[in-house]
């Protein structure tokens, strides 16, 4: 393994091992919905550094394979273009720049 990958492993883990234990220390609400929500909540600086990049580049894979899978999509079930279209590209798209921080 080479000496940045190794780098770059150490300081993904360190900073997941740091967001992990900084989430307990959110304010705690009583209310049904806010424990609700709580479960479901993403820590904001792990979202913003760490997911959004991610989902960055996972939109780009996704609309590649859709350029792949189109033509073949175009030919056989014209009519079914858009489920594709919308797993590789729209939701990945959609959580990387429209869905609010720290809600996934």
Same mark, same amino acid.
């Given at each position: ?53 991610v989902g960055?580049?996972?939109? *780009?894979? *996704? ?18 273009? *858009? ?10 798209f959609r959580y ?5 921080? *720290?809600?996934?």
């Open positions: 393994m080479s000496r940045l990958l190794r780098s770059l492993v150490v300081a993904f883990v360190t900073s997941s091992l740091i967001l992990a234990h900084a989430a307990p220390a959110l304010a705690y609400d009583t209310s049904v919905n806010a424990m609700e929500e709580q479960e479901h909540a993403v820590p904001v600086l792990f979202d913003a550094l760490v997911l959004r990049p960055m580049i996972v939109t *780009g894979i *996704g609309a590649t394979l859709f350029c792949v899978v189109a033509p073949i999509m175009a030919i056989t079930r014209p009519t079914d273009i *858009g489920k594709p279209f919308r797993a590789l590209v729209i939701r990945p990387t720049w429209v869905d609010p921080l *720290g809600t996934h």
